[in-house]
C-alpha cells in the first residue's frame, strides 16, 4: 500500500515537473522566435482549467496537485501573452486583422465556460480530470496541425514535445490504470484518451525531429 502510494505521488511530481518544462519552454520559445508556442484553443482551455482549479483547490484543500496548477497558471499568463503579441501574423492569413483581439477574447470565454460546466455536470475532480484528459488530447492535434501550418519548427522544440508527452503519460498510468482519488479503479475513458495522447504526441515528436528549420531552438 506504502509503495503504491509513494509511485502515485512520483506520477503526480513528474506530471508537474514535465508539463512545467512545457509551460518554460513554450514562453522562452514565443520570447525568441517571437511566436506562440501552445496553440491558442489548447491554450485558452489550460488558461480556463487552471484557473478556476486553483482557486477551488486553495478553497478545498491547497495540497500538492493546487500548488502545481497555481504554477502552470502563471507560465500559461506569460504564454498568452505572447500569444497577443506576436499571434496577428497568424491570424491575418484566414481573418481581418481587426478580428484578432475579438476573436481571441471569445475563445477565451467558450473556454472558461467549457470548464466550467464540466465541473458542474460531473463534479470539480472528475469533471476536471475530463476536461484536462480531452484538451491534451485536442493539444496533441493541434500541436501536428502547427508545425504543418507554419511549416517549421517556429515556437516548437523537441524538449517542449517530450515533456508534454511524458506529461500526460504519467497522469494517464496514474489515473487511467492505477486508480487515484476520484477513479480508485481507473478509468477506461481517462485511459484510452491519455493513451490516444501518446499515440498523437509521438507522431508529433517524430514529425518535429524530421523537419528541417531556418529557425532551431
Not at 522566435?33 to 501552445?38: L, V
Not at 475513458?189 to 508529433?204: H, K, R, T
Request: charged letters at 15%; aromatic letters at 16%; a positive charge.
Amino acid at each position: 500500500m506504502t509503495d503504491l502510494h509513494t509511485i502515485k505521488i512520483i506520477l503526480t511530481i513528474v506530471s508537474g515537473l514535465c508539463w512545467t518544462i512545457v509551460y518554460i519552454e513554450g514562453l522562452r520559445l514565443g520570447l525568441k522566435h517571437r511566436s506562440y508556442a501552445i496553440p491558442f484553443f489548447a491554450l485558452a482551455l489550460n488558461i480556463a482549467w487552471e484557473f478556476i482549479h486553483t482557486i477551488s483547490g486553495i478553497r478545498e484543500s491547497a495540497g500538492l496537485q493546487t500548488f502545481i496548477n497555481a504554477i502552470w497558471l502563471m507560465f500559461d499568463l506569460g504564454i498568452i501573452y505572447t500569444y497577443f503579441r506576436f499571434g496577428r501574423k497568424y491570424f491575418v492569413r484566414w481573418l481581418p486583422q481587426a478580428w484578432f483581439a475579438p476573436w481571441s477574447v471569445l475563445v477565451l470565454l467558450t473556454a472558461f465556460a467549457v470548464e466550467y460546466a464540466f465541473t458542474r455536470e460531473f463534479g470539480n475532480f472528475k469533471g476536471g480530470a475530463y476536461a484536462a484528459f480531452l484538451q491534451n488530447l485536442l493539444m496533441s492535434i493541434l500541436f501536428i496541425d502547427m508545425l504543418a501550418s507554419r511549416g517549421s519548427r517556429e515556437g516548437q522544440s523537441l524538449l517542449l514535445a517530450i515533456n508534454k508527452w511524458i506529461g500526460t503519460l504519467a497522469p494517464t498510468i496514474q489515473f487511467g490504470v492505477i486508480g487515484d482519488l476520484g477513479f480508485p479503479k481507473g478509468s477506461l475513458l481517462v485511459f484510452i484518451i491519455g493513451g490516444l495522447c501518446s499515440v498523437f504526441d509521438l507522431i508529433y515528436v517524430w514529425l518535429l525531429a524530421r523537419c528541417a528549420s531556418l529557425r532551431t531552438s
